[in-house]
């Protein structure tokens, strides 16, 4: 049988016992609102910061010079509606999980132009493409000038984050005509 404690103990022991649960709700509180204020995207942010860009591999690829673009454009597409507002080529395309990028130079006489999208990467909460405008060794083309108007689509792994340089809706006016016959079928590179 257990002798009782002197009442002088038992209330030590009970304060001591009391400031030990008092740090701990007060550690568990002081780390609840440091998580409150700010969040787990504050992490995430500086910890990507930290590790650097993170490529975006690209999936599919497509470029042309021939198309109905009528002045310089950079979109993405998120879905199927703003997809077929881009009539140059049938893409293969999970809007579940990936997205589509075009740029496009607009109507020109120079032969010799192209337009890549090298690179595509995010960047703490951006997502940042590198599109280059190519120029071929001068040669001067038979014929008279044609007018044309190169194009690269691709695809890459979804992200809704803003891609920078790149507009969600297709630009009222970006498209004289429809679509040219057989760009549907037209091959891949």
């Given at each position: 049988?257990?002798?009782?404690?002197?009442?002088?103990?038992?209330?030590?022991?009970?304060?001591?016992?009391?400031?030990?649960?008092?740090?701990?709700?007060?550690?568990?509180?002081?780390?609840?609102?440091?998580?409150?204020?700010g969040?787990?995207?504050?992490?995430?942010?500086?910890?990507?910061?930290q590790l650097?860009?993170?490529?975006?591999?690209?999936?599919?690829?497509?470029?042309?010079?021939?198309?109905?673009?009528?002045?310089?454009?950079?979109?993405?597409?998120?879905?199927?509606?703003?997809?077929?507002?881009?009539?140059?080529?049938?893409?293969?395309?999970?809007?579940?999980?990936?997205?589509?990028?075009?740029?496009?130079?607009?109507?020109?006489?120079?032969?010799?132009?192209?337009?890549?999208?090298?690179?595509?990467?995010?960047?703490?909460?951006?997502?940042?493409?590198?599109?280059?405008?190519?120029?071929?060794?001068?040669?001067?083309?038979?014929?008279?000038?044609?007018?044309?108007?190169?194009?690269?689509?691709?695809?890459?792994?979804?992200?809704?984050?803003?891609?920078?340089?790149?507009?969600?809706?297709?630009?009222?006016?970006?498209?004289?005509?429809?679509?040219?016959?057989?760009?549907?079928?037209?091959?891949?590179?």
């Amino acid at each position: 049988m257990q002798t009782p404690l002197p009442p002088e103990r038992v209330l030590r022991y009970d304060t001591r016992t009391m400031n030990d649960h008092c740090r701990i709700v007060c550690v568990l509180l002081w780390g609840g609102s440091l998580l409150a204020a700010g969040g787990c995207h504050s992490i995430d942010s500086s910890a990507s910061q930290q590790l650097g860009p993170v490529e975006f591999p690209i999936l599919w690829e497509h470029h042309g010079s021939v198309s109905h673009i009528s002045r310089p454009l950079q979109v993405v597409a998120h879905s199927p509606e703003v997809l077929a507002q881009l009539p140059l080529v049938e893409v293969p395309v999970d809007f579940e999980t990936q997205m589509v990028l075009v740029a496009g130079i607009g109507p020109t006489t120079r032969q010799d132009l192209g337009v890549r999208i090298n690179r595509v990467w995010r960047d703490g909460s951006r997502i940042r493409v590198q599109v280059q405008t190519l120029y071929a060794a001068e040669e001067k083309p038979e014929g008279p000038p044609r007018l044309v108007s190169p194009y690269h689509v691709v695809v890459v792994p979804r992200s809704d984050l803003n891609i920078v340089g790149f507009s969600a809706a297709v630009p009222r006016g970006a498209f004289r005509g429809p679509a040219l016959p057989g760009a549907a079928t037209a091959s891949p590179d």
